[in-house]
């Protein structure tokens, strides 16, 4: 999106949302609040950052320099209560028809009592934009094998159906041992590696508004609530 987030970052970018134009995290940060299931919400916020998004929920955590995900994760590592968080992404938003992205992860989640990552099916042109996630599929449960950050035309289309991250997780605590020294893509491939980790196939749609076609499209669908 640059040159515009010179001026605007990802997360403050506009969204034509219910007649009213909103920071696109905005509509974010309102799924989590009216989740009854979430008690707490942690907002990772740079230094120069200011959010005025009005919920009893949010606490929030500076991170002064960007230094990856991995890093804003761990920083929440002492005020994490349970065995087990959720993770959002502020450059990427959400949009369901019934149950919430948000709902769906969490009631999936209480089935399962394992590590979830919310997945899509992509295009193949999609790829090195999304990377790829290998699985095998039943039902809405993909058993993620394997990672592949930058996959290559020909092992994309190998596959029959390529899954890419929806952009939310719901992780245990026991990930802060692995971003000691992994980043967030490492310490995921790690925990796939011994079975801890399931994919869901989520009924929606996710937006990487970090993307100018994606935030096009991102505005469009909006739009039409």
């Given at each position: 999106?640059?040159?515009?987030?010179?001026?605007?970052?990802?997360?403050?970018?506009?969204?034509?949302?219910?007649?009213?134009?909103?920071?696109?995290?905005?509509?974010?940060?309102?799924e989590l609040d009216n989740c009854?299931?979430?008690?707490?919400?942690?907002?990772?916020?740079?230094?120069?950052?200011?959010?005025?998004?009005e919920s009893k929920k949010i606490?929030?955590?500076?991170?002064?320099?960007?230094?990856?995900?991995?890093?804003?994760?761990?920083?929440?590592?002492?005020?994490?209560?349970?065995?087990y968080f959720m993770v959002l992404?502020?450059?990427?938003?959400?949009?369901?028809?019934?149950?919430?992205?948000?709902?769906?992860?969490?009631?999936?989640?209480?089935?399962?009592?394992?590590?979830?990552?919310?997945?899509?099916?992509?295009?193949?042109?999609?790829?090195?934009?999304?990377?790829?996630?290998?699985?095998?599929?039943?039902?809405?449960?993909?058993?993620?094998?394997?990672?592949?950050?930058?996959?290559?035309?020909?092992?994309?289309?190998?596959?029959?159906?390529?899954?890419?991250?929806?952009?939310?997780?719901?992780?245990?605590?026991?990930?802060?041992?692995?971003?000691?020294?992994?980043?967030?893509?490492?310490?995921?491939?790690?925990?796939?590696?011994?079975?801890?980790?399931?994919?869901?196939?989520?009924?929606?749609?996710?937006?990487?508004?970090?993307?100018?076609?994606?935030?096009?499209?991102?505005?469009?669908?909006?739009?039409?609530?």
């Open positions: 999106m640059y040159p515009a987030t010179l001026y605007c970052k990802k997360p403050l970018l506009p969204i034509y949302n219910n007649g009213i134009i909103e920071p696109a995290i905005y509509i974010l940060l309102r009854e299931d979430i008690d707490e919400i942690i907002l990772i916020k740079g230094k120069e950052d200011s959010y005025d998004f606490r929030y955590v500076t991170q002064f320099s960007p230094d990856g995900l991995g890093d804003a994760i761990y920083k929440c590592k002492d005020f994490i209560k349970d065995d992404l502020g450059d990427m938003i959400y949009k369901s028809k019934k149950i919430s992205c948000t709902q769906q992860l969490i009631n999936f989640h209480k089935k399962h009592k394992k590590m979830i990552m919310g997945l899509k099916i992509i295009k193949i042109k999609d790829k090195k934009i999304n990377g790829m996630i290998k699985g095998k599929r039943r039902g809405r449960t993909i058993n993620i094998t394997d990672f592949v950050e930058k996959p290559d035309i020909k092992t994309s289309i190998k596959m029959k159906l390529i899954y890419g991250t929806f952009g939310n997780y719901i992780l245990h605590k026991d990930i802060f041992d692995l971003l000691k020294y992994a980043d967030f893509p490492e310490a995921l491939d790690i925990i796939s590696s011994h079975g801890d980790l399931m994919g869901y196939l989520e009924k929606g749609e996710s937006f990487d508004i970090g993307i100018p076609r994606n935030y096009y499209k991102a505005f469009k669908n909006f739009n039409k609530s």
